[in-house]
């Protein structure tokens, strides 16, 4: 498989700042690397990647857009309009074809809607994307990586493992306190990869590509 789906336990999770360091990392490894938010609502992640210098037209990393920040099949209703997953299916396919490897940023959390009938777990095992889940550090993220590993077997989810982000300074003590590792590994089965630290400036490619090279990206594709 030449492509990750980096999925969260909701929305700011930090799934684009993952996203985003895996790129600065692994553009130095892949020739040809791609990226894509399948889906997105309201302006944000797709206008980010598009920046970044990869050749992708903004309707290649997102082939369906909706105005409203608002869950896909409420975005959608408000303006008509179908959720096309045969379209995205399709683009992923070819990205996937003319890439190295392609990064994948899911939309919302594992249990976020994609359609009416789907969430984004079901579209991750439908589709055999190996994902990545990031887990938040603040308090209650014991309890979000257990619902969200739970939800991940259930749906026959290829969890590869869990990455733990910093959505605002953490210390050390901290980390331990609210999302210790070793609790999350125990509780889940699923191994910690790491933890990235809060970035002032998530735009900084030098620092978010050193962030991931302290990660265990050994993910055996």
């Known amino acids: 498989m030449n492509a990750l789906l980096i999925a969260g336990t909701d929305t700011d999770a930090g799934k684009t700042v993952l996203t985003t360091a895996l790129l600065a990392y692994w553009r130095n ?3 040809n690397l ?13 206008e980010l990647y598009s920046q970044l210098s990869l050749n992708q037209s903004i309707t290649e990393i997102t082939p369906l857009y909706f105005e409203a920040p608002l869950a896909p099949p409420i975005a959608a209703a408000k303006e008509n309009r179908n959720i096309d997953l045969a ?12 890439r190295d490897f392609v990064l ?7 249990g976020s809607p994609v359609t009416a009938e789907f969430t984004v777990a079901d579209l991750a095992a439908e589709w055999r ?10 308090l209650g993220a014991i309890a979000q990586a257990v619902a969200n590993v739970a939800l991940a077997r259930q ?23 609210f999302a210790p590792p070793e609790l999350i590994q125990s509780l889940t089965n699923v191994p910690v990869l790491g933890c ?11 620092k978010l590509s050193q962030a991931a090279a302290a990660l265990d990206l050994n993910l055996k594709l």
């Open 104 to 110: 994948i940023e899911a939309l919302g959390g594992l």
């Open 129 to 138: 994307l190996p994902t990545v889940l990031v887990v938040p550090v603040r």
């Open 87 to 98: 379209l995205v299916w399709q683009t992923l396919q070819n990205l996937r074809a003319s």
């Open 155 to 177: 749906a026959r989810v290829s969890l590869k493992g869990i990455i733990l982000n910093c959505v605002q300074a953490r210390s050390p003590q901290e980390i331990a306190d």
């Open 34 to 46: 791609g990226i894509m938010k399948p889906i997105q609502s309201g302006t944000g992640d797709r």
């Open 29 to 31: 490894h892949f020739r």
């Open 196 to 206: 990235l630290p809060h970035f002032t400036d998530p735009t900084d490619l030098d």
